[in-house]
């Protein structure tokens, strides 16, 4: 498994980066980056319908935890970058040139290992349908989002004049985040309880329908109700925004697993016990 994985990787740095590079010196940093993009996604796929590469490897993931794995690291590596920043002297055109090929290869090893425990992930027992949903719901529905609003409440603005310039950009994107989130998560909801052979259908719409309403009940609560004031102080020591804190990388996804997970139970709660109204 170890191996066939670091063939993939290496079969695959050998082709993205070379090309990746050239047309970055040639072309500029904009080219480069879509050329990466682009390259670090459809290869990996290409190399899989070889018919001459299946004695040397086997392909070691599903095409869409892959194509997962890629929007993770793009998301960490390139629009991410308030916990680990990273600069580079644009005196020297050799260290720059370094820079984006260590940066290049980093990514790519981070998509390969990502699609890799994902494969494992989906393949694991499974012992609990409500614990085993929500975690499942929530590996593909939280982990970009939370890094994205993360980058944001990661700033460190101690100074009131910023602040105040900075405000009218941050909740905007904030309202935007907003929106994709729950357009995100709604389709993650449909998607992964979409029924499937032999589960009623008209059964598993109701049990999408009240999931998503009581995920955004809760998260609307949160967002625009009433909470109690030891509430919200709790909140702020556990999510100290705009103080460059990486607990705000971690509370909001906790959070938002919890709800998730209220969720996904109130929707099998009723799946069961319509199922055992039936069955009588």
């Not at 190399?47 to 086997?58: I, K, S």
């Not at 920043?85 to 984006?100: D, K, Q, R, Y």
């Not at 929530?138 to 460190?156: E, I, K, R, T």
């Not at 059964?203 to 009433?226: E, K, S």
């Amino acid at each position: 498994m170890i191996k066939n994985v670091l063939r993939m990787f290496v079969l695959n740095l050998a082709i993205v980066l070379p090309i990746t590079m050239i047309i970055l010196a040639l072309q500029g940093v904009s080219l480069g980056m879509v050329a990466f993009l682009v390259l670090s996604f459809l290869t990996p796929m290409v190399l899989r319908r070889q018919d001459r590469l299946q004695q040397f490897l086997t392909y070691p993931w599903r095409n869409s935890l892959y194509a997962y794995s890629w929007i993770w690291c793009l998301t960490f590596f390139f629009l991410g970058d308030s916990v680990i920043p990273f600069a580079i002297a644009t005196g020297s055109m050799g260290l720059i040139m370094v820079g984006w090929i260590a940066v290049f290869s980093i990514c790519l090893l981070a998509m390969t290992l990502v699609a890799v425990i994902l494969t494992l992930y989906a393949e694991r027992p499974r012992f609990n349908c409500w614990f085993d949903d929500s975690l499942d719901m929530a590996v593909y529905s939280l982990p970009v989002p939370m890094l994205l609003l993360g980058d944001v409440l990661f700033l460190n603005v101690p100074d009131p004049i910023l602040a105040a310039q900075l405000s009218p950009q941050v909740f905007t994107f904030l309202q935007l985040w907003l929106y994709g989130f729950v357009i995100w998560t709604m389709a993650v909801i449909a998607i992964y309880l979409h029924p499937r052979m032999g589960q009623k259908q008209g059964l598993r719409l109701a049990r999408i329908m009240v999931t998503a309403l009581i995920w955004l009940a809760i998260n609307g609560h949160l967002m625009y109700g009433w909470k109690p004031d030891f509430f919200m102080e709790l909140l702020y020591f556990m999510m100290p925004v705009f103080q460059g804190n990486w607990l705000v990388y971690i509370t909001p996804g906790l959070l938002e697993f919890v709800i998730l997970a209220m969720s996904v139970g109130a929707g099998l709660l009723l799946e069961d016990l319509i199922l055992k109204r039936q069955a009588k």
